[in-house]
């Protein structure tokens, strides 16, 4: 399975922009696909999660700024508002489930780079 994001780029604070993130087929099973980030310097830490059920979850950092939602079983959309300068990172794309009743799988795609500006 591979994940492709897009979306990202420049963009001065208080704006948005949206990321996408589209996974090249459907496994068995999909427990979560997410966003995660990485700041210069720093971990790479959650953002946020959906589950095939479209439950939702946010680090604090971004709860009520962004929001995740998912077009259909393949593709998820992160919607980013009110950017700060510490908003800026990679953002990768996370799907977490299973490719058969027993095998557990957990893909990343490559990041996409969002930076905003102050």
């Known amino acids: 399975v591979q994940l492709q994001a897009s979306g990202g780029g420049l963009v001065q604070a208080g704006g948005s922009l949206r990321l996408s993130c589209a996974a090249s087929?459907?496994?068995?099973?999909?427990?979560?696909m997410g966003w995660y980030r990485q700041a210069p310097g720093k971990q790479r830490e959650l953002v946020g999660t959906i589950t095939s059920g479209a439950r939702t979850s946010y680090s604090n950092s971004v709860k009520g700024r962004f929001t995740i939602s998912r077009e259909n079983a393949k593709t998820v959309y992160l919607q980013m508002s009110s950017l700060k300068a510490e908003d800026t990172a990679v953002y990768y794309c996370?799907?977490?489930?299973?490719?058969?009743?027993?095998?557990?799988?957990?893909?990343w795609g490559k990041g996409t780079l969002v930076t905003v500006s102050s």
């Open positions: 087929e459907i496994i068995f099973k999909i427990n979560t």
């Open positions: 996370n799907l977490d489930g299973y490719t058969d009743p027993w095998t557990p799988a957990n893909y």
